[in-house]
């Protein structure tokens, strides 16, 4: 949802139709594939415990809140860029930040 409501922001601000197209290509071609990959790694580390957590939760779009904190858990940049394929996301959204940069500054 983030990324959706992220990469929407930038399109509308944009006001280009070519950054529309690569928006809907994204969320068309890769996106779906991206999300195919991280679920199959997740089933393949959490096994039962994933496949049932999944049955109640969309892909994209959340249907209902149910958050529960990780103590456990600890982030890391070079694996959220690499392997997660964050890259991807971030490398668009420093594009679109400055083409409007670029537009207000002309």
Not at 2 to 31: M, P, S
Not at 67 to 74: G, H, I, L, M, V
Request: net charge neutral.
């Amino acid at each position: 949802l983030g990324n959706f409501l992220i990469l929407a922001g930038f399109t509308l601000a944009c006001a280009n139709w070519v950054v529309v197209a690569v928006v809907a290509f994204f969320f068309l071609f890769y996106y779906p594939a991206a999300i195919r990959y991280e679920d199959h790694k997740l089933e393949s580390i959490f096994g039962d415990e994933w496949r049932e957590w999944s049955k109640e939760i969309s892909g994209m779009f959340p249907t209902r809140l149910k958050w529960r904190a990780n103590e456990d858990a600890t982030w890391n940049m070079r694996q959220s860029m690499l392997r997660n394929g964050e890259l991807v996301y971030t490398l668009f959204e420093v594009g679109a930040a400055v083409l409007l940069w670029y537009r207000a500054v002309s």
